[in-house]
């Protein structure tokens, strides 16, 4: 069993950045697939990002935040970050950590058997 806890989120005008950040409990960190999702009021819950077990070496984005967001993991401090930049309107969302043991990388919510809380994130125009 993991617990996750979701901060760094806030509210930040179009252009600016933010990093979220996901403290995970639980002395086996390592051996998780971290991902990053997201919910905009009224519609359903999106991928945004994930990375690998261990070293975290691979990584997965959801096309609108490729080359914007940079998702990276500390296992040292059982923590998994997502960089934001150039942040837009349309990010304004609650964003999710979630956790899964599984191999590979995976955007279906499906596939993640622990969830943090989420934390807002507000892009002012």
């Known amino acids: 069993q993991v617990q996750l806890v979701e901060s760094g989120g806030g509210l930040v005008q179009a252009g600016g950045s933010l990093r979220l950040s996901c403290a995970a409990s639980g002395r086996t960190f390592s051996n998780y697939v971290m991902g990053w999702f997201r919910q905009a009021p009224g519609k359903e819950r999106e991928f945004v990002a994930c990375i690998s077990r261990w070293s975290g070496g691979y990584g997965d984005y959801e096309g609108s935040v490729k080359g914007r967001f940079t998702i990276s993991r500390d296992n040292a401090k059982n923590t998994v970050y997502l960089q934001m930049s150039s942040l837009k309107p349309e990010d304004t969302a609650v964003y999710y950590c979630?956790?899964?043991?599984?191999?590979?990388?995976?955007?279906?919510?499906?596939?993640?058997?622990?969830w943090g809380q989420g934390t807002q994130v507000t892009v002012s125009s």
């Open positions: 979630a956790a899964t043991q599984r191999v590979g990388l995976f955007r279906d919510e499906d596939d993640y058997d622990y």
